[in-house]
């Protein structure tokens, strides 16, 4: 079973907040209702006052202000499926593993259309909370491990918080340039390992932000 992180990774752009700005263009309103408590929520979290996961239960939260959610997102990945790498196209299998800390009501309708499994961030969009952790590092690993899945013969991500899951893995590959250059997975030496580290402490959307 090869097993795949999803933005970054076989899709160049972070899905969740793309959708974002895909939802506040065509419900404008949402600029001003949701986008600047956003971005309060951002620069509290870079001060330390807020948490890494209040600020992600919070940014999640224009979900639950879609009234035309399913309509909304099947069109989003009508315009938006071409962009699936080819490179992860070209060798798509039945039984691979999509495995994502986007949500669930985000990442299923892609999933459905490539045909593949997934695992995804459980988030109930009429309360506005997490169901369970968020899918995101050692929580992946975790997860696999828990309910028993098969050995993963080969990882992709394009983050080097997904260490955990990597190294349950036979082979572990790096995804680069916005997910078009498959690398193998560098050496755990001690300067990986302090970058791992970092990235696991720094929060699950930073690394979006690089280009390693």
Not at 12 to 32: G, Q, V
Not at 61 to 66: D, F, G, M, R, V
Not at 180 to 195: C, G, I, N, Y
Request: glycine share 2%; net charge negative.
């Amino acid at each position: 079973m090869n097993v795949y992180d999803f933005d970054g990774t076989i899709y160049p752009k972070d899905c969740t907040i793309d959708f974002c700005f895909w939802c506040m263009n065509r419900h404008p309103k949402l600029w001003f209702t949701f986008f600047p408590k956003a971005i309060k929520n951002v620069v509290l979290n870079a001060l330390g006052k807020v948490p890494e996961y209040l600020l992600q239960r919070n940014f999640f939260s224009y979900l639950t202000l879609i009234d035309d959610f399913d309509e909304q997102i099947e069109r989003y990945w009508d315009k938006n499926e071409n962009k699936i790498s080819a490179w992860y196209l070209a060798q798509k299998k039945p039984d691979d593993l999509i495995i994502s800390a986007s949500p669930i009501c985000v990442i299923e309708p892609i999933a459905k259309r490539l045909g593949v499994s997934f695992m995804a961030t459980d988030y109930d969009r009429e309360y506005g909370v997490f169901v369970d952790n968020l899918m995101y590092a050692k929580e992946k690993a975790r997860y696999m491990m828990d309910h028993g899945f098969p050995v993963i013969d080969n990882f992709y991500s394009d983050s080097l918080a997904d260490t955990p899951i990597a190294l349950c893995a036979e082979k572990a590959h790096l995804v680069k340039n916005k997910a078009s250059t498959v690398v193998d997975w560098p050496e755990l030496d001690e300067e990986t390992m302090k970058k791992v580290k970092k990235k696991i402490d720094t929060g699950w959307r930073v690394h979006l932000k690089e280009d390693e």
